[in-house]
């Protein structure tokens, strides 16, 4: 449904986006998740028409829009901060890309109270948008966005002005509402479990480039760079000092790799208490999370690494030398 080929883009000779190259199907939802100034909300804005690549190509169903006009894509657009009127009512809001539209008045309110209903606000219409809470702000904004039905929604970090358990019902609402319609949609965060929740895959980016891509599955037990590994929360980072003979070589001890890696990744959540003796550390902290606890550890060449344990299990105290079990699924090289 959207190719993107080549996309490059810079301001003032600084690199934005260097060389995207990306294809999307229809009635997937991707998330380009990654730091704020790695190139998200540009590829929105390239692909919205709001700006102009410097190289590079973007098509939906094999049509070029890069000479396209932004009011001509059928694209959705949803901001962080809703951007709706304040002197407009909440139907007036959702209304108010159909009048431009210049769609006839009788269709218009038609539509809007088909996109209200679908957002939970059909008792909504006639109510100041001053008087609604966060969430019910939100949801008035994904229905103006649904309202001239886009054939790609793209939201901008549009749960990031709410609180944490508020996202996390929304997110969940979204991926409903998305997947409900069979619509094609991009969607922008720097929040790892936001992207986990509503995407089929994500695109992991960094200053300017695509790191990789991947369901949250693949991403999490298989990250490719320590970039990725990093930006998830995976901390067990060891460098290699030497490959011999298949062997890496590090301050933890030797571990078997293929190819040419240059760190590895010990997953957390694969680390388990052993009597094998083949990796000795401390425990330097315990933190309990209700379902696990995370133990902090320490090895003798002052590595520190983290694993989880069922809170139920017999927990090892602060001090405490433990042993650890490396599985060899446990062991993940990266480049």
């Given at each position: 449904?959207?190719?993107?080929?080549?996309?490059?883009?810079?301001?003032?000779?600084?690199?934005?986006?260097?060389?995207?190259?990306?294809?999307?199907?229809?009635?997937?939802?991707?998330?380009?998740?990654?730091?704020?100034?790695?190139?998200?909300?540009?590829?929105?804005?390239?692909?919205?028409?709001?700006?102009?690549?410097?190289?590079?190509?973007?098509?939906?169903?094999?049509?070029?829009?890069n000479?396209?006009?932004?009011?001509?894509?059928?694209?959705?657009?949803?901001?962080?901060?809703?951007?709706?009127?304040?002197?407009?009512?909440?139907?007036?809001?959702?209304?108010?890309?159909l009048?431009?539209?210049?769609?006839?008045?009788?269709?218009?309110a038609?539509?809007?109270?088909?996109?209200?209903?679908?957002?939970?606000?059909?008792?909504f219409a006639?109510?100041?948008?001053?008087?609604?809470?966060?969430?019910?702000?939100?949801?008035v904004?994904?229905?103006?966005?649904?309202?001239?039905?886009?054939?790609?929604?793209?939201?901008?970090?549009?749960?990031?002005?709410?609180?944490?358990?508020?996202?996390?019902?929304?997110?969940?609402?979204?991926?409903?509402?998305?997947?409900?319609?069979?619509l094609?949609?991009?969607?922008?965060?720097?929040?790892?479990?936001?992207?986990?929740?509503?995407?089929?895959?994500?695109?992991?980016?960094?200053?300017?480039?695509?790191?990789?891509?991947?369901?949250?599955?693949?991403?999490?037990?298989?990250?490719?760079?320590?970039?990725?590994?990093?930006?998830?929360?995976?901390?067990?980072?060891?460098?290699?000092?030497?490959i011999?003979?298949?062997?890496?070589?590090?301050?933890?001890?030797?571990?078997?790799?293929?190819?040419?890696p240059?760190?590895?990744?010990?997953?957390p959540a694969?680390?388990?208490?052993?009597?094998?003796?083949?990796?000795?550390?401390?425990?330097?902290?315990?933190?309990?999370?209700?379902?696990?606890?995370?133990?902090?550890?320490?090895?003798?060449?002052?590595?520190?690494?983290v694993?989880?344990?069922?809170?139920?299990?017999?927990?090892?105290?602060?001090g405490?030398?433990?042993?650890?079990?490396?599985?060899?699924?446990?062991?993940?090289?990266?480049?």
């Amino acid at each position: 449904m959207l190719r993107i080929e080549g996309l490059t883009k810079a301001y003032n000779a600084h690199p934005v986006l260097n060389n995207i190259n990306l294809e999307i199907a229809a009635g997937e939802i991707v998330c380009l998740l990654g730091p704020s100034g790695c190139g998200k909300t540009t590829l929105l804005r390239l692909i919205a028409g709001l700006e102009h690549p410097d190289r590079g190509f973007i098509y939906t169903n094999n049509q070029r829009l890069n000479d396209v006009p932004p009011h001509q894509r059928a694209v959705g657009l949803m901001f962080q901060d809703f951007a709706l009127f304040p002197h407009l009512n909440v139907a007036e809001n959702v209304a108010f890309g159909l009048r431009m539209r210049k769609l006839q008045a009788k269709a218009r309110a038609q539509r809007v109270q088909e996109v209200l209903s679908l957002v939970g606000l059909s008792r909504f219409a006639s109510r100041d948008v001053a008087q609604l809470s966060g969430g019910e702000r939100q949801r008035v904004a994904l229905a103006r966005s649904l309202a001239p039905n886009p054939k790609l929604l793209m939201l901008d970090e549009p749960l990031g002005s709410l609180d944490a358990a508020l996202r996390e019902h929304l997110v969940l609402e979204l991926r409903a509402i998305i997947t409900q319609l069979g619509l094609t949609a991009i969607y922008v965060t720097h929040d790892q479990a936001e992207a986990y929740a509503i995407a089929d895959r994500i695109v992991v980016m960094q200053q300017g480039h695509i790191e990789q891509i991947g369901t949250a599955e693949e991403l999490y037990w298989l990250p490719k760079t320590a970039f990725v590994a990093r930006f998830l929360g995976l901390s067990n980072l060891v460098n290699i000092e030497r490959i011999e003979n298949g062997y890496a070589h590090t301050p933890l001890g030797e571990f078997p790799v293929t190819g040419s890696p240059q760190t590895l990744l010990l997953h957390p959540a694969r680390l388990s208490l052993g009597q094998s003796g083949l990796l000795s550390v401390q425990v330097t902290n315990r933190l309990f999370l209700g379902v696990n606890y995370r133990l902090y550890l320490r090895h003798e060449s002052g590595i520190e690494l983290v694993m989880y344990l069922p809170a139920r299990a017999d927990i090892p105290q602060i001090g405490e030398l433990i042993t650890l079990d490396l599985p060899e699924d446990a062991i993940i090289p990266l480049i």
